[in-house]
């Protein structure tokens, strides 16, 4: 596309009036900055205490789920085997009391699923309860091992907590509840939760149930089911709170509960506001205002940089502008090279397909001069015709093969059906005379039906073959033609025992007019391979060579499993429709 000078110099401009307009944009930007980090400074207080708390908050949660943890795993190994031990029609209670014994429990009791006591071991409460209504048995009767409230036992008084755990027997659900001793879980709660605070001197933890009273502590100085010694706490638990700050004895203080899944328990942590809020407090406020200062420095100093960086990207801006034209340029130079080349490939199958008839004029007149006046001239002479003929057949031979690999690229792909086996039987057939004179023994495989354009396919397995029988030193040549399947389509082969390829020149085969041997030794154009290759690439596949086992060369090629069918290429001008023929 031509633009003009104006044009040009004004997409030029463009870039320098957006750079210059960055300095005073970032200017401004920078201000805004400022006043939003002054802002920052108000609220980072705020911000501040709110992480402080969630941290807080967290640490409870993770205490609470660990700790509900442990019991699940617990109830999961016991469930297991209790459908097995107190699923029949008939419970022992002498089995189950004596699982009571050597779990160090204070009672057992099996429930089915109305709530009824199929068995229980003697100091088992049972009289004058409705299971089906305490909270406990009712969520385990919906599938879910339970903790209990802390309870007095009915025959002693001792705290007791109720573990109510699921289990399936053939006739319907069922619940086995044991009555754990709270002094036992008292210790083993609060051993593990004392871990929870952070250190502080002024923490608390504690695991409280739904009323308020105490199921574990590291405070030796209370026992299972006493209330929280902290009243401020106690009454803010009572409320229903979840989390906040309270009066408590020495001060104002922080709390947070989270509950224990598996129960109605809580884990509770507290502290004072002192300790848990001190890192943002006291001297540790003017911190923030002295980064506020260095950033403040700091914008001062870009902004001078900036200005500098400016000018630097004017120039480079000019350069990529004067690299955009360059670009340009090349696409139109690649563009003019493309049509060129569509030109040149037009040209060539003209000038060979109209050379063709008057060659073939000169090469009649030349033999039949030869032939009428063979031996009326001098040896010097039949000598001479005979050059002649020699070179009009090359030049011929040439022609040919230029038109062939002209359709190759001009005529449109045909794509269809094939059956591989026929269209090797017909390139076969159009090399009988060569095959008989050469004594040469054809093997083929089994072959498949694939989608491609028979003649171009057919002119490849020519070409091949050809060249199998054509180079060998063998008095009976074997040439083998065989296929495989791949993920993507076939790969054809074509092996034959002939003189082989050098390494060196495996490239160099498949190039046009490109021969290894002199002309008096092998006959040829050196076109051939070209064709192949061009045949392969517009079925959307490749060719390449390589040693055949035993000496001599195997030449492999793919056809896809689904060919595009092509328009021909270079469109312009007349199109070659002739089929292709067999260069013997």
């Not at 029949?88 to 109305?114: K, T």
């Not at 500098?308 to 990529?320: E, Q, Y």
């Not at 793919?558 to 070659?576: E, N």
Request: aromatic residues 6%; glycine residues 10%; neutral net charge.
């Amino acid at each position: 596309m031509f633009r003009s000078p104006r044009t040009a110099a004004r997409d030029r401009t463009a870039p320098d009036d957006r750079l210059r307009a960055i300095v005073p944009v970032a200017a401004v930007l920078i201000l805004v900055l400022l006043g939003l980090f002054a802002y920052e400074l108000a609220d980072s207080q705020r911000q501040a205490r709110a992480d402080i708390e969630r941290r807080f908050s967290d640490r409870a949660a993770v205490t609470a789920s660990l700790s509900g943890a442990l019991f699940q795993v617990a109830a999961q190994q016991t469930q297991q085997d209790m459908a097995k031990r107190f699923g029949g029609p008939r419970v022992s209670v002498a089995r189950l009391a004596d699982e009571v014994r050597r779990g160090n429990q204070a009672y057992a009791m099996i429930l089915d699923g109305d709530g009824r006591v199929l068995a229980a071991t003697r100091k088992a409460p049972t009289a004058g309860r409705t299971f089906r209504r305490e909270a406990h048995v009712r969520q385990a009767l919906e599938g879910e091992a339970i903790l209990s409230d802390v309870s007095r036992g009915a025959d002693t008084g001792a705290p007791v907590i109720e573990w109510a755990l699921p289990f399936r027997a053939p006739s319907g659900p069922r619940v086995r509840v044991n009555g754990l001793s709270a002094p036992l879980i008292f210790a083993f709660v609060g051993g593990y939760i004392g871990e929870a605070p952070s250190g502080r001197s002024g923490d608390s933890a504690a695991v409280v149930d739904s009323r308020g009273r105490l199921v574990g502590s590291p405070n030796p100085d209370v026992n299972p089911g006493d209330q929280l010694s902290d009243r401020g706490l106690r009454a803010a638990i009572a409320a229903g709170r979840q989390s906040g700050s309270y009066d408590g004895e020495g001060g104002e203080r922080h709390f947070v509960s989270s509950p224990v899944p598996g129960s109605a328990w809580r884990v509770v942590l507290s502290a004072a506001d002192s300790e848990l809020f001190a890192s943002v407090s006291g001297s540790r406020r003017t911190v923030p205002w002295l980064i506020f200062a260095a950033f403040a420095l700091s914008g001062i100093v870009a902004l001078v940089l900036l200005r500098r960086v400016v000018h630097g990207a004017r120039d480079l801006a000019a350069a990529n502008a004067e690299l955009a034209q360059s670009n340009a340029a090349l696409e139109r130079q690649s563009a003019e090279l493309s049509r060129s080349n569509a030109d040149l490939e037009q040209f060539a199958y003209v000038t060979s397909h109209d050379l063709a008839e008057p060659l073939r004029q000169v090469s009649g007149f030349v033999q039949l001069l030869g032939e009428r006046y063979k031996g009326q001239l001098d040896e010097q002479a039949d000598e001479f015709i005979a050059f002649t003929v020699d070179g009009v057949a090359r030049m011929r031979r040439l022609i040919d093969d230029l038109l062939a690999f002209s359709r190759v690229g001009k005529a449109e792909l045909k794509v269809e059906l094939v059956d591989t086996s026929k269209v090797v039987e017909g390139a076969l057939g159009a090399l009988a005379s060569r095959i008989e004179a050469s004594h040469a023994e054809i093997e083929v495989g089994e072959l498949p039906t694939i989608e491609a354009d028979a003649g171009q396919l057919g002119q490849l397995f020519l070409n091949l073959v050809a060249n199998a029988l054509k180079f060998t030193d063998k008095d009976t040549p074997h040439v083998r033609i065989s296929a495989a399947s791949q993920d993507d389509g076939w790969v054809f082969t074509v092996t034959d025992d002939g003189i082989g390829v050098d390494e060196r020149h495996v490239e160099k085969i498949f190039k046009m007019f490109q021969r290894l041997h002199a002309r008096d030794e092998y006959e040829g154009t050196g076109i051939g391979l070209a064709i192949c290759r061009a045949i392969a690439e517009r079925h959307g596949g490749r060719i390449w060579h390589t040693p055949a086992p035993g000496g001599g060369s195997a030449f492999h090629f793919t056809i896809p499993a689904t060919v595009r069918r092509q328009a021909p290429r270079g469109a312009t001008g007349r199109v070659a429709t002739a089929p292709l023929s067999a260069d013997e």
